[in-house]
């Protein structure tokens, strides 16, 4: 009887705990869904995402070998983790490219992690992860130098000549470049305005992935000039920066007896006697007295050159200037 009691009792206790788990099934298991969708919720609010920007090391190029095309200098690497980790991932990464047994021709090479870490583990994508890659023969030629101008000279003056220095230069680079090149140039040099040889130092301008011995190089520019003098006679000279304290002593005029000048053609036919200004400049006399060959300061027109000027030295007195007359008129 007691086993039978017992064995009743454990049935009764299966359906109570089967009847607690089965009441209300469907709520249960959905409340349990929601839980789930939560904790995906919330763990996912946490995740990232982290760009890096980095350069790419180009290694073990081989011997007497060069890269022909331009490589990108930098690569994405996209992060995704957990914010919780972001104490585990690294602050930054460095790539290479490695050229080992590389032949001449076009190949895809991979990028490669530089360091131990394992990144399998983490969710990295490079952009890009291959890189195209040209390697050709390394190859050398002497090429002379040339000089590009731009603008126009000053009234259409003609270039005549020019030289530089050096003339000549040895290029290094791929084979397949180096074969088509005959020349290097420098940068333009601009001649706009320019009236009279005219000289420069410029750089080199070479195509990429080309190398010079020669990195700068002076420039003459020598114009074909057809040039004339003009003589102008009998030019006052003014006097400037007189101090008020004082008079200048002379009995004739500083007059200048002949004045030659040289220039293209074209411009002196446009110049006249009063476009040149001649001076003698008194601003550092301060005392009184007589101050031998002082030199006379012209101004001449653009483009022009002084051949000569006669007198071009005048012996000026300095006097002290009479203020009693000056003062008798004033109170009169």
Known sequence: MRDKKTSDLNKFDLKKKLSFITNKFWVKLLCLLMSFLLFLFVRYQKEYTKDYIT???IRNIPPRLLIVNRIPENITITLKGFKDN??????EFSTYIDLTNASIGSNMYDVYFVGDIDYSKMNIA??????????D??????VPITVPTIGEAYSGLAVDNILVSPSNTIISGPKTLISSIDEVKTYNVDLTDKYSDYSAISRINLPYNIKSDVSMVNIDVIFNKDVEKIEFNNIAVNIDNLNSKFNVNSDNAFVIDRLVLEANKTILTNIYIDDIILYIDLKYMTNTGIYSNVSVEANIPIHTKL??????FFDVEITKRDTSAVNNMQTN
């Open 126 to 135: 490079v952009n890009p992860n291959k890189i195209p890659i040209i390697l």
């Open 86 to 91: 972001v104490y585990e991932l690294p602050t």
């Open 307 to 312: 051949l000569e000027i006669e007198p071009s």
């Open 55 to 57: 350069k790419v090391e």
């Open 137 to 142: 023969e390394i190859a050398y030629k002497t």
